[in-house]
């Protein structure tokens, strides 16, 4: 049964630091890994999506990188900021067409 | 292109109710998948519905049941509510299902309260 973890739980950071979000997963046949960004109460936006096949997507200041073979991704924000606090979750895909989420990140940008 | 929609966006309900939340997703796509938040056990995948069939299915109970229509607009349906069906349903819809190729979408979800 796949599993998903995200580390930390949480993040405080001041406005414009550079951050690194973790995931790590322990099935690597995975089809596909997605980011998402998850606002309080609300849905979730992708933010990345990474097939099998890839190393990395990038997106304005994301990063997102994947590394089946040890079951691990991270997502790279560069010079944060304060609208980009909310929940990161990052979720894989096995066969049977389903996500499996990590926990998420919970990310506070401080001005 | 409109984006995923979900209805109604709140509801509160009493035990022993059944309730129907409805997903319309994104023109052109036929995969439709319902996930269940919760802080205690985060996201979790309910089932996936493709072209009126459902084609994966998570770890739930009977009470929970859904179906799709011919014009891929999905509903979910949870019977016999229990306080801990309270949660916040999200349905994802994709061209042709989370395949290697394909991104989720996701809508704003309902927020199902069980009192």
């Known amino acids: 049964k796949q599993e998903v973890t995200q580390i930390p739980a949480a993040l405080s950071v001041p406005e414009g630091e550079n951050l690194v979000l973790n995931c790590s997963f322990t099935d690597s046949a995975i089809y596909n890994l997605q980011w998402f960004r998850q606002d309080p109460g609300k849905g979730l936006t992708s933010l990345l999506l990474i097939q099998s096949s890839q190393r990395e997507q990038t997106s304005g200041r994301l990063n997102a990188s994947l590394d089946k073979s040890s079951g691990r991704s991270t997502l790279y924000i560069a010079a944060s900021q304060p609208g980009d606090s909310a929940t990161y979750l990052c979720a894989v895909v096995n066969a049977g067409n389903m996500l499996t989420f990590g926990g998420g990140t919970r990310l506070m940008v401080k001005p | 292109k409109a984006g995923v929609t979900q209805t109604p966006r709140y509801l509160i309900k009493t035990r022993g109710q059944q309730v129907t939340l409805s997903c319309s997703p994104i023109s052109g796509h036929r995969s439709v998948s319902w996930y269940q938040q919760t802080p205690g056990q985060g996201l979790q995948f309910l089932f996936e519905?493709?072209?009126?069939?459902?084609?994966n299915k998570g770890n739930f109970p009977g009470r929970f049941s859904g179906r799709q229509f011919s014009n891929s607009r999905s509903e979910m349906n949870v019977s016999t509510l229990e306080l801990g069906d309270s949660a916040l349903y999200l349905c994802a819809s994709s061209p042709e299902g989370a395949g290697e190729l394909y991104e989720q979408y996701f809508g704003p979800g309902t927020r199902l309260t069980v009192t």
């Open positions: 519905y493709f072209s009126e069939t459902q084609r």
